[in-house]
Nanobody
Framework: QVQLVDSGGGLVQAGGSLRLSCVASGGAFSRYVMGWFRQAPGKEREFVAAINWSSGRTDYVYSVKGRFTISRDYAKNTMYLQMNSLSPEDTANYYC??????????????????????WGQGTLVTVSS
């Protein structure tokens, strides 16, 4: 099972940018769709973005399209979430996640909360107005 360590959160003003990182180890990453979820205080954890590690296809929740970009670096076994034009509504704990592709040859970036098999520890993003 893959192990995930996420980082890069912090305090930023509205309109600013942050880049989150997720270092993966201990797995054959081509098996996975990897992505980011977030959880704001008092709210349920929600999907943000995902990338199919082998095909590179991506998927985003509508609210971040055009502002966030997910990417991966094969050589570093690292996934990134570049977040631009941040707003206070983006304030949350952000969690790196991995889900087994189903079927294994899938090229899509479909990912749901119930499909996640590994989680990072979370990194806090706070956007001030």
């Amino acid at each position: 099972q893959v192990q995930l360590v996420d980082s890069g959160g912090g305090l930023v003003q509205a309109g600013g940018s942050l880049r989150l990182s997720c270092v993966a180890s201990g797995g054959a990453f081509s098996r996975y769709v990897m992505g980011w979820f977030r959880q704001a205080p008092g709210k349920e954890r929600e999907f943000v973005a995902a990338i199919n590690w082998s095909s590179g296809r991506t998927d985003y929740v509508y609210s971040v399209k055009g502002r966030f970009t997910i990417s991966r670096d094969y050589a570093k076994n690292t996934m990134y979430l570049q977040m631009n034009s941040l707003s206070p509504e983006d304030t949350a704990n952000y969690y790196c996640a991995a889900a087994d592709k189903s079927p294994p040859w899938s090229v899509s970036a479909t990912m749901s909360l119930s499909s996640v098999s590994s989680w990072g520890q979370g990194t806090l993003v706070t956007v001030s107005s």
